[in-house]
């Protein structure tokens, strides 16, 4: 059974930096692409940050850009996301989510395991 554990969340103030943490058990950690979304009420889920299976190709929403960093650790079959300079704007629930492909992924239907989520609120 696939599972991922996202933790890390909580509430901070604007300017402060938060790392997300995505713990993964019951697939092929090193052959999955893996993302970062965030959802707010009433909206689709985003993606702001994604990474191939290596971790040689990355990608990131225009709004993270420069203040969001993906990353990952096969050996320890986690991703991470850290995020700085955080505004307002950055709140919201994040899931982790893990594609059975290699390349980037960047949509919600590419992805094919889901964590539960874990909140983040910036205030200000």
């Known amino acids: 059974q696939v599972q991922l554990v996202e933790s890390g969340g909580g509430v901070v103030q604007a300017g402060g930096s938060l790392n997300l943490s995505c713990a993964t058990s019951?697939?092929?950690?090193?052959?999955?692409?893996m993302g970062w979304f965030r959802q707010t009420p009433g909206q689709e889920r985003v993606c702001v940050a994604a990474?191939?299976?290596?971790?040689?190709?990355?990608y990131y929403a225009n709004s993270v850009k420069g203040r969001f960093t993906i990353s990952r650790d096969n050996a320890k079959n986690t991703a991470y996301l850290q995020m700085d300079s955080l505004r307002p704007e950055d709140t919201g629930m994040y899931y982790c989510?893990?594609?059975?492909?290699?390349?980037?992924?960047?949509?919600?239907?590419?992805?094919?395991?889901w964590g539960q989520g874990t909140q983040v609120t910036v205030s200000s």
């Open positions: 990474i191939d299976y290596s971790g040689a190709r990355l």
């Open positions: 989510a893990a594609a059975q492909a290699v390349g980037v992924q960047t949509l919600p239907v590419e992805y094919d395991y």
């Open positions: 019951g697939h092929v950690f090193s052959s999955a692409a």
